[in-house]
């Protein structure tokens, strides 16, 4: 199939109007390795969702490390968090918290794990952006440990020095308009 010039120009005008994620997924996509997660938030792939809105997904996990353990993840494809906008990243965390607040509620849970990996030496698997909350019962098998490394007083002088010119914030909040969220347009799956 050919297209005219102005299908070619308009084909122009759409590419040069996407993100830089969402040029990734169209590329992953047309060579055959799309995102599972993106698959699960056009309905491609069948899902156990238990909570939706405009922004975010949760679904349960096909792997649990524990019963009810749910996986949120943005419905924009994201490969870490360091991409995502402040606005995006603030309601990610808080639906986490609440899905935290409610999974402690009705599995009876005693605690609860909330786990990120940004990039694979991390432990991330897939590259979209993923949170773990994972309801805990004591002695249920699931650990996160690790060996404590010995530091001595100059290597820990030399990392406060590395944040001597930190700040957190690189632009006002009302600056970051990338994506729109509606609170009150929530979408509940039971």
Known sequence: ??????????????????????????????????????????????TK???????????????????????????????????????????????????GKHLLRVMQAEGVNYFVANGEVAGQHIDHFLIHI????????????WKAKQMDEEELQEIVHQFRNFSARKEPLEQQREEEISFEDEERIP
């Not at 759409?14 to 969402?22: D, G, V």
């Not at 809105?53 to 494809?77: C, E, Q, S, Y």
């Open 134 to 145: 994972i309801p805990r019962y004591r002695e249920d098998g699931v650990n996160f440990t």
């Open 49 to 99: 969702v238990v909570y939706a809105d405009k922004t975010v997904m949760a679904v349960l996990d096909i792997r649990p490390a524990n019963k009810g353990h749910v996986i949120l993840f943005p419905r924009l494809h994201y490969t870490t968090s360091f991409a995502m906008n402040e606005v995006a990243l603030n309601h990610i965390f808080n639906i986490m918290n609440e899905i």
């Open 1 to 46: 199939m050919e297209l005219s010039d102005e299908q070619i120009e308009a084909l122009k005008e759409r590419l040069a109007a996407l993100s830089p994620e969402e040029l990734e997924s169209l590329k992953k996509e047309q060579e055959g390795q799309a995102c599972p997660f993106c698959l699960m938030h056009e309905g491609k792939i069948a």
